[in-house]
């Protein structure tokens, strides 16, 4: 299972990214892919996750709205789209799999994770 994260970057305040997520090694039956992100001297903290066996998406409630996770038809590629970003957003953003029923927003509950892309917002 490999998975590679990229799109970060540096954006101003209110504007937006496209975070990718390239899969390999797995098929996306059974199995949930998250986005976790974590911020300078803060714990990792959990974005969003879909699972392929009941096809339900969750989100962290501080990201509703203005993240949204997606895919491609393959099941390649996972998305996180970011809008509205701010200055409090700026971390170094994660991809995970696992294989399994359902998703959770926790660390624990992930099995494989990506090496992380850095997204910096400024004021």
């Known amino acids: 299972v490999q998975l590679q994260a990229s799109g970060g970057g540096l954006v101003q305040a209110g504007g937006s990214l496209r975070l990718s997520c390239a899969v390999s090694?797995?098929?996306?039956?059974?199995?949930?892919i998250g986005w976790f992100r974590q911020a300078p001297g803060k714990e990792r903290e959990g974005i969003a996750c879909?699972?392929?066996?009941?096809?339900?998406?969750k989100y962290a409630d501080s990201m509703k709205g203005r993240f949204t996770i997606s895919s491609d038809n393959a099941k390649t590629t996972m998305y996180l789209q970011m809008n509205s970003l701010k200055p409090e957003d700026t971390a170094i953003y994660y991809c995970?799999?696992?294989?399994?029923?359902?998703?959770?927003?926790?660390?624990?509950?992930?099995?494989?994770w990506g090496q992380g892309t850095q997204v910096t917002v400024s004021s």
């Open positions: 995970a799999f696992k294989y399994g029923s359902g998703c959770f927003l926790a660390q624990g509950f992930f099995d494989h």
């Open positions: 879909v699972s392929s066996s009941d096809e339900s998406t």
């Open positions: 090694g797995f098929t996306f039956k059974d199995s949930a």
